[in-house]
């Protein structure tokens, strides 16, 4: 069994590091002392989670949108004139919209996929040269319970986070032999406010409908987000190579497993959706 990875004195980048489960994970990142850059849209979140992270580490905040090529280009210079070096990518950053693939508009979709999947990819492309120059770095990619099985009404968010997961996956063996490892991470029903922020696509239900969709899926979210960064966190210390967040990810992935066309009908009948 390979030796944990020691994150004291060691940096990570962090996306969508704001809210949610963003935050929770710098801040278990903190707590073992690792020096953290954080990255988000949001500034005034950013702050925030810079003041819980604590004192005694290097923080820096770094206003950054995923689905902008110009701005991630231009990540890897602003990082490192505030860090040394670069150990730990954590690209969590991520949208949702409800609606079936006719009812979401190709502007939506696309949207989602530069964030949710471009995003990934971009960052990985533009960071990987700083995480080579570490003896032990890890790149931490953010998929969903949805990136095993693919409800009806998440057509462009499933595609996105299957991609990322097929993407980080396939990396992971290219680098294997390395000093970078790849971790994908699937959270089941976390409360964040993805949900509630969603873009919502044109559809005929009715505003009761609608609210009663969006409480439905609420019921579901369950795990607070600092238990998912701190799980996700152990994960990146003890090197796993796939992360499940929850008990009813676990669940999901069992589901899958026993019935890889036909779980969804399974799905349904247990939770009502």
């Given at each position: 069994?390979?030796?944990?990875?020691?994150?004291?004195?060691?940096?990570?980048?962090?996306?969508?590091?704001?809210?949610?489960?963003?935050?929770?994970?710098?801040?278990?990142?903190a707590r073992r002392g690792c020096n953290l850059a954080l990255a988000d849209v949001n500034v005034e979140g950013l702050a925030e989670t810079a003041a819980l992270a604590?004192?005694?580490?290097?923080?820096?905040?770094?206003?950054?949108?995923?689905?902008?090529?110009?701005?991630?280009?231009?990540?890897?210079?602003?990082?490192m004139a505030q860090h040394p070096s670069l150990d730990v990518l954590i690209n969590n950053a991520g949208v949702a919209i409800g609606g079936t693939f006719e009812q979401?508009?190709?502007?939506?979709?696309?949207?989602?996929?530069?964030?949710?999947?471009?995003?990934?990819?971009?960052?990985?492309?533009?960071?990987?040269?700083?995480?080579?120059?570490?003896?032990?770095?890890?790149?931490?990619?953010?998929?969903?319970?949805?990136?095993?099985?693919?409800?009806?009404?998440?057509?462009?968010?499933?595609?996105?986070?299957?991609?990322?997961?097929?993407?980080?996956?396939?990396?992971?063996?290219?680098?294997?032999?390395?000093?970078?490892?790849?971790?994908?991470?699937?959270?089941?029903?976390?409360?964040?406010?993805?949900?509630?922020?969603a873009r919502a696509a044109k559809t005929n239900a009715s505003a009761e409908e609608q609210d009663a969709q969006l409480k439905a899926v609420d019921r579901l979210l369950?795990?607070?987000?600092?238990?998912?960064?701190?799980?996700?966190?152990?994960?990146?210390?003890?090197?796993?190579?796939?992360?499940?967040?929850?008990?009813?990810?676990?669940?999901?992935?069992?589901?899958?497993?026993?019935?890889?066309?036909?779980?969804?009908?399974?799905?349904?009948?247990?939770?009502?959706?």
């Open positions: 069994m390979a030796a944990r990875m020691k994150l004291e004195g060691r940096t990570a980048l962090v996306t969508g590091a704001a809210s949610g489960i963003g935050r929770g994970t710098a801040i278990s990142l604590g004192g005694g580490i290097r923080i820096s905040q770094h206003l950054l949108d995923v689905s902008s090529q110009d701005a991630i280009a231009a990540a890897p210079d602003q990082v979401v508009a190709p502007v939506d979709f696309e949207w989602l996929i530069s964030i949710n999947f471009w995003g990934v990819v971009r960052m990985t492309r533009a960071f990987l040269p700083l995480l080579r120059a570490s003896d032990d770095a890890r790149i931490v990619n953010l998929s969903s319970i949805f990136g095993l099985i693919a409800p009806p009404g998440q057509t462009a968010y499933c595609a996105s986070k299957f991609a990322v997961r097929g993407f980080s996956e396939s990396l992971r063996h290219e680098l294997e032999g390395g000093s970078i490892g790849v971790t994908v991470v699937h959270p089941g029903g976390v409360r964040t406010s993805i949900a509630k922020n369950r795990l607070p987000p600092e238990i998912a960064g701190e799980i996700i966190v152990k994960g990146i210390e003890q090197r796993k190579p796939r992360v499940m967040v929850g008990r009813d990810a676990y669940a999901m992935m069992a589901i899958e497993r026993i019935a890889p066309v036909s779980n969804w009908s399974i799905i349904r009948r247990m939770t009502g959706l």
